[in-house]
């Protein structure tokens, strides 16, 4: 698991040099997924990412909507979910449904 003081060092150095940064961790999991719990991702306003929430399956999709809260300023909480057929038919090793809330960090 990718946890919160694993970007910690990341999410420093981008503010301190001046850049804004989102957090999106995994608040929760239904049937498999990549990432458990806690798991965490911090995103840069220069779409720098450090962490992984999802293996890949959706973190493209996860530092959209983090740029997107760093403009808007408002938290988001987002749902991602194949089932395991689905999963299976596009090449993903898991199915199941993800949580992911992204907040802007002060």
């Known amino acids: 698991m ?3 003081r694993a970007v910690l060092d990341d999410i420093e150095r981008w503010q301190a040099g001046g850049h804004r940064v ?11 997924g990549p990432r458990d719990s806690g798991a965490a991702m911090a995103v840069s306003d220069g779409a720098e990412v450090s962490g ?20 808007s300023g408002k938290a988001q909480l987002c749902t991602f979910g194949y089932s395991d057929d689905e999963a299976f038919s596009v090449g993903l090793t898991c199915g199941g449904t993800i949580q992911i809330f992204i907040e802007p960090v002060d």
């Open 2 to 4: 990718v946890a919160m």
């Open 22 to 32: 989102a957090l999106a961790r995994v608040v929760g999991v239904t049937g498999s």
């Open 52 to 71: 992984s929430v999802s293996g890949g399956c959706v973190e493209g999709a996860v530092v959209s909507v983090a740029l997107d809260v760093l403009v």
